[in-house]
C-alpha cells in the first residue's frame, strides 16, 4: 500500500497500473487512457499523508485499512478505504476495496 500510495504521490502511472490486479474492479484494458487518468489525477492531488490502521495476510490474500490525505485546489479530502490484496507469483497486487454489506 505504502509504495502505491508513494507512485500516486511522485505520478509514476506505470507502477499503478502494474500493481493493480487485472481481475479487480479499478483494472482497466486500455492502458494508454487509463494512464492519463492516473496521470491527471496525480497532477490535480497534493498527497499530504498516508496512514495504516490495520492490515492482515493470509496465505495470498492481504487486506489494508488506510486513510490517505490529499488536497486538491486547497481543499483538503481523505480517502479511507479497506483494501484487498492478492499475491501473484510473489507480487502483490491491489484488488480494489472490500465489498461493504450493502454491496
Avoid: K
Avoid at 10 to 20: D, E, K, L, P
Avoid at 42 to 51: M, W, Y
Amino acid at each position: 500500500m505504502r509504495s502505491r500510495y508513494m507512485a500516486y504521490a511522485s505520478g509514476v502511472a506505470s507502477y499503478i497500473i502494474q500493481t493493480t490486479h487485472p481481475d479487480g474492479p479499478q483494472f482497466q484494458t486500455h492502458s494508454d487512457r487509463w494512464m492519463a487518468e492516473i496521470n491527471a489525477f496525480c497532477q490535480a492531488h497534493q498527497f499530504l499523508g498516508l496512514t495504516i490502521h490495520d492490515h492482515s495476510m493470509e496465505d495470498t490474500v492481504g487486506t489494508v485499512h488506510f486513510t490517505a490525505t490529499l488536497e486538491r485546489d486547497g481543499t483538503s479530502a481523505h480517502l479511507e478505504e479497506n483494501s484487498i490484496f492478492y499475491r501473484v507469483h510473489d507480487r502483490w497486487l491491489y484488488w480494489g476495496p472490500t465489498p461493504t454489506s450493502s454491496d
